[in-house]
């Protein structure tokens, strides 16, 4: 039993050891990774690594699943904070949460928001924590139209195909249910994606270096958009 657990306990801390290399080459290579090369910075040779990470996909699924777990803990933690009625505080500090985890890992972020990597296609392993950030959003807006806040009315009326749409995503994700609001469930689904599309573009814009030349009071910047976006949704 004691020899199992050594040989877990070393095969983690090897692991991880891969992860972190990995992690630095993203900064360097970006994600177009070389199972070689991060075997070299780790000392060993590539079929060695073969044993934890049986492919590049793998390990770039790792990391993948990694950075979503990472960035939503840090906006989900944050957000749990602010008192459940405070609709518009929970938007403002999950989405400073969000910026401040994209700024201090801007390749793990560039690895999930940004080009895909060519010949990898995410598993659907990678769906559910990708979802993490968004279905905290549309917790949110949930939370306000169930508390009387006019979010719905910020959307109008949905064309016919897309009110089919967000009616099935509301079938299919887990959370509030179209019973759990008061009126128009799928416009207040609308608002949430607007917020949410909005929220990553702002953050690719100043992650990918978008805003250089034009915007130098970067926070200042983000809080005024954070606040427009809030009075689109109907924030209180």
Known sequence: MAARNLRAR???????????AARRRLAVDGADLSLRAVARDVDLVPSALYRYFPSRDALLTDLITEAYQALAQCAETAEAAVPRA??????????????????????????????PVPGYAAPPDTVAPA???????????????AAGAPVAEAAGPLPP????????????????????????????????????????????????????????????????????????????
């Not at 979802?131 to 139209?145: E, Y």
């Not at 099935?168 to 128009?184: M, N």
Request: charge should be negative; glycine fraction near 6%; charged fraction near 25%.
């Open 10 to 20: 070393v095969r983690e801390e090897i692991t991880e050891e891969i992860r972190s």
């Open 131 to 145: 979802s993490r950030v968004i279905l905290a959003l549309i917790g949110i807006l949930f939370d306000a139209a």
């Open 161 to 236: 195909a897309v009110h089919a749409d967000l009616h099935r995503l509301l079938t299919e994700w887990p959370g509030p249910t179209p019973a759990s609001l008061p009126s128009a469930p799928e416009r207040v689904l609308a608002i949430a994606l607007t917020l949410w599309t909005q929220l990553f573009g702002l953050l690719g814009f100043e992650v990918f270096g978008r805003l250089e030349g034009m915007v130098e009071a970067r926070e200042a910047y983000f809080d005024h958009q954070l606040t427009v976006l809030a009075d689109l949704a109907r924030l209180r």
């Open 86 to 115: 405070h609709h518009r505080e929970r938007w403002l500090v999950l989405c400073r949460a969000a910026r401040g985890w994209a700024l201090r890992h801007p390749a793990e972020y560039a690895l999930i928001y940004g080009s």
